[in-house]
């Protein structure tokens, strides 16, 4: 019997909720609704021995698989390890399209060998698998792994599940930033502060986090260093200094400034060095975001009366409008691939999460159907997008696919949850 | 409005107190909200002397300005940085202590309501702090006496989503440093 901690509920019915088993702070309950049009139906059945250790490696691997939408998990109270020879008939019975088994083996050293196994059900095929030697707090990892391996042979493209999340939580007066598996578990702390905290930004090597910080009772531009915690200021000029967003290559960072009155934009040095003004408007500009060539800065401005999305060369040059649904648009994210930007927009006053295609000039689409969506952020293969909104009065964390199918809620059980920037491919 | 900075002032200490495990310590300094309390003794303004049995002795404190508590809080109508004229007031008796005082220095925050994304609204709200700022220095306040600061739509003077709460969210704090 697998080991409930959390319960996942099959991609069709609507997961319920659960009473959470575990430490209270910060814990993640993963509900995941919706059809797609195409989703593969794979088994992943469970791994011998996967329950003498604290993570149940095979529920992992199936809810990562779910969550990405492309996946169907089909249930099974079956054990197999990577060495079995299940059968394919069997399996092809049962509706499976692909089958995934494995161990996990404690050696002398403490640490635990993950092996697995994944079958091509259809063409009755070994797909390979892999073998490695983890630490104990490296096994929710090594199940991510695994997700990426299978969702990459089956699907041609990268898996996100290795990747992180960083998000703030606010649980009376206090704020935390934190960093979690995409899944939104295994979230740490890495900033705990009295006053707010926004805007978290990863460095594309993702191994910092800007932010704004109004610990010195003004909105401050910070960079941490996410495994050594070391700090340093950014942006500390004269009035206020926020929405930071790194170049591409690292190298340069865009964040609005005060210094010069009202709120414009600055490109400057990962130092906060030389900072070289961008717009020049009497308006608000804010909230910008390199292109993911490095070349154009997308941005918001209400130049034209209420806030809309713009863009404009790096170097400087002609300031475009590319936004046009209603008055009220803002929070601008790129795809990877920067064919899609997803952004907020205000509709009869609700804040709806939207999504356009930016080449072909198609009609953008709204794909949640909830009132307070905000802070959009892609994952790095550029296949979900991670969001805060508001449900059940609560702030929750929700990973979409593009086309509104596929939904994940990532609901805290103790603290108000915002913020939500996905991290880079890095482990 | 003393109540409610008195509260924050409260609050954060008590959360500053409790400690944190963070993995980076935070400067403890709790906020410095400053609240200006009349310094002159002032019980009701019924003297108690022993010699008069109905000798009523009237102490009046609306003449001691140095020592009245200033209104702090300018507020504004949705989508809006005008200063309105009921709050012209406000920012003339700020103005006229900074000019006698070229060592005073005041933070202006700028506040939005809940409504809209959080970096907008710190900008909106940089906005409404400029708006004093200009002000208090057309009435003659030194630049350098005077930070335009915005906390946008994250720290709410009053919790709730009604235009009640909103309006009272939507303001600038005149706060000395």
Known sequence: ?427 | MKNIKFTAFALVAAAVMAGCASNVPLDNKAAPVESRTPSTSSSSGASTNANSGSKVASVDLTKNTANAELARVVYFDYDSFVIKDEFRPVVEAQAKVLSADRTKKLSVEGHTDERGGSEYNLALGQKRAESVTKALKLLGVNDTQVEAVSFGKERPAVQGSDEAAWAKNRRAELASR
């Open chain 1, 1 to 427: 019997m697998l080991m409930n901690r959390r319960s996942f509920g099959s991609s069709v019915a609507m997961a319920s909720g659960l009473a959470l088993a575990g430490p209270a702070l910060a814990q993640f309950r993963v509900e995941i609704s919706g059809v797609g049009a195409t989703q593969v139906p794979i088994a992943v059945a469970r791994f011998r021995d996967e329950d003498r250790t604290t993570q149940v490696l095979s529920a992992i691997v199936r809810a990562d698989l779910e969550r990405a939408g492309v996946f169907r998990g089909i249930d099974t109270t079956a054990l197999i390890d990577e060495a079995g020879q299940p059968q394919m008939s069997e399996w092809r019975s049962k509706g499976a399209d692909a089958l995934v088994g494995g161990s996990v083996t404690r050696l002398a050293d403490g640490r635990f060998d993950v092996r697995f196994k994944l079958w091509d059900v259809v063409k009755g095929k070994d797909l390979g698998g892999q073998s490695n030697a983890v630490a104990p707090t490296d096994l929710r990892l090594a199940a991510h792994h695994i997700a990426d391996f299978v969702y990459e042979k089956l699907t041609g493209e990268r898996g996100v599940f290795s990747t992180r999340i960083a998000y703030v939580t606010r649980s009376g007066t206090r704020y935390a930033l934190r960093v979690a598996d995409a899944d939104g578990e295994g979230g740490q702390v890495a900033l705990n502060s009295p006053e707010p905290i926004i805007s978290p930004a990863w460095s594309p090597n993702g191994q910092e986090l800007a932010y704004v910080s109004f610990e010195a009772q003004k909105a401050v531009v910070y960079a941490q260093e996410v495994a050594s915690g070391k700090r340093r200021v950014i942006a500390n000029f004269r009035g206020s200094n926020s929405a930071p967003a790194w170049s591409p290559d690292g190298q340069s960072l865009v964040a609005t400034l005060s210094r010069e009155g009202g709120s414009q934009i600055f490109v400057m040095g990962r130092n906060g060095e030389n900072p070289r003004r961008v717009t020049s408007s009497p308006s608000i500009d804010t909230e910008a975001t390199f292109s993911p060539d490095g070349r154009t800065l997308y941005f918001v401005s209400d130049r034209s009366g209420g806030p809309q999305i713009y863009r404009v060369p790096v170097a400087g040059g002609a300031v475009e409008r590319v936004s046009f649904t209603g008055d009220y648009n803002i929070s601008p994210a790129l795809s990877p691939d920067g064919r899609y930007m997803a952004y907020i927009s205000r509709q009869s006053g609700a804040f709806k999460l939207y999504v356009a295609e930016l080449s072909k000039g198609a009609t953008p689409q709204a794909i949640t159907d909830t009132r307070d969506d905000e802070s959009p952020s892609f994952a790095p293969n550029g296949r979900l997008i991670i969001y805060a909104t508001r449900s059940g009065g609560r702030d929750v964390l929700m990973t979409t696919t593009l086309d509104g199918k596929i939904k994940a809620k990532l609901v805290s059980t103790t603290a108000d949850v915002r913020e939500p920037m996905w991290g880079p491919y890095d482990r």
